[in-house]
């Protein structure tokens, strides 16, 4: 299966650890968060098993984003850590 | 008339018990006045039914507000425990990666180039607005 990056933005409902996030996260062949809503995600799986996965931990009070990400473009300002990540994924 | 010996070593133990900040903290503190309030006063009328009466109300009022608490604490635990500027910080960024949950000192923020500022080129094209054909 191709790898591909997703962006995810997660609101969890009240309750939800953030633990169990990042549980559900780690089926992903690698992540890296840029802050507690958002996650960069490297995955073979595509956007409706990812809203499969996260759904239980955002509905009804929460939200949910999950789109695929467009690599050929990209710029920015983020940390180091970040762009090493990311770019040594893309090559 | 000082205190005796085992009272005293009880009180200074009690001194460095140190409530949480946040909701939780300052709910706790007056919970602790009023109950000591109540008792003061029953104490000072040394009547029996309103000892009674003060006993129960500080029982209902302690587990009353302890079961709301815990539950709010349970559902925002951050928001329970931190004081406004901390629970502030919390809520900032949080570098992590997948093994790495906290990245405890990232690198400095750069472009994708590693570049840390923008030449005049970029400025100039950043300065125009998006075209719509």
Known sequence: MPKSFYIIYIKSKPGVMHSQVETKMNAAVDWFRINNDFYVVYTTSDEEKWQARLLPLVNPNGSLFVCKLDTTHYGGWLTEDFWKWFQGKII | ?133
């Open chain 2, 1 to 133: 008339m000082g205190l005796p010996p085992q009272l005293d070593a009880i009180i200074q133990r009690a001194e460095k018990v140190t409530l949480p900040g946040g909701v939780v903290g300052k709910v706790c503190k007056v919970l602790i006045v009023a109950c000591l309030s109540i008792a003061a006063i029953a104490c000072a009328l040394r009547i029996m039914w309103v000892s009674v009466l003060a006993l129960a109300f500080i029982f209902l009022l302690v587990f009353v507000l302890l079961w709301k608490l815990i539950n709010f604490a349970n559902k925002n635990p951050a928001a329970a425990l931190l004081e406004g500027a901390e629970f502030l910080v919390h809520e900032q960024t949080h570098l992590g990666m997948k093994g790495i949950p906290l990245l405890e000192n990232p690198a400095p923020h750069k472009s994708p180039t590693g570049s840390t500022e923008m030449t005049v080129e970029e400025t100039a094209k950043a300065s125009l607005p998006d075209t719509n054909p």
